[in-house]
């Protein structure tokens, strides 16, 4: 049972640290259930300190933001044309095919491979769902219950996380002729679903 009490200042510096060391986005409830467990510290107060380190570092060359899986430190994007040079090898391209691959999961989730080769008009290469899945950017979430049994495919918090996204409802609205032209598609009765 968490009896030791901390000072709000005392608080602030654990989570701070704590978020810094974790290498990866880290969310309040893990917080309390691991570097704050044998504290005595309230979600409120854990709240209040997290918003006291995002106000601290709001004039500075990083910045606390929230993801989809909780709460890490990053680079403020204006700095981006210094910081890059730090890394001599270079961003990796995405393909065209990739990211309207990706878009689609991302905007019409559960979607079929099917679904997203009527959008997109073309086949989906084996190489593309292969390399969003081994980015962990997209996971089976099930099977569509037509012949076959075709994957549903979703984005997964690595996503969220990769795009600096708290949840999909942070995705840029899509415009309303393309939303029609998506819908459109999907509705088709045509669309066959193939076995993967």
């Not at 979703?154 to 840029?172: C, V, W």
């Amino acid at each position: 049972m968490a009896t030791k009490r901390i000072s709000d200042e005392q608080l602030v510096e654990i989570i701070e640290a704590a978020i810094f060391v974790a290498g990866k986005p880290v969310s309040k409830r893990h917080l309390k259930d691991t570097v704050l467990t044998e504290l005595s510290v309230s979600m409120t107060r854990i709240n209040l300190a997290i918003e006291q380190i995002q106000i601290h570092y709001q004039t500075r060359g990083i910045r606390l933001v929230e993801v989809g899986s909780g709460f890490r430190f990053q680079a403020c994007a204006s700095l981006a044309p210094w910081l890059n040079n730090l890394w001599q090898e270079r961003a990796p391209k995405y393909s065209r095919a990739l990211l309207e691959t990706l878009s689609l999961i991302a905007y019409r989730q559960p979607i079929t491979r099917g679904e997203i080769e009527q959008v997109r008009g073309v086949t989906v290469g084996s190489a593309i769902i292969k390399s969003l899945l081994e980015r962990e950017w997209i996971h089976v979430v099930g099977h569509k219950e037509v012949p076959g049994r075709p994957a549903l495919y979703a984005t997964t918090k690595q996503f969220l996380d990769y795009f600096s996204l708290t949840g999909l409802d942070n995705l840029p609205p899509l415009p309303k002729q393309q939303q029609s032209k998506i819908d459109q598609l999907l509705s088709d009765p045509s669309v066959r679903e193939l076995s993967e």
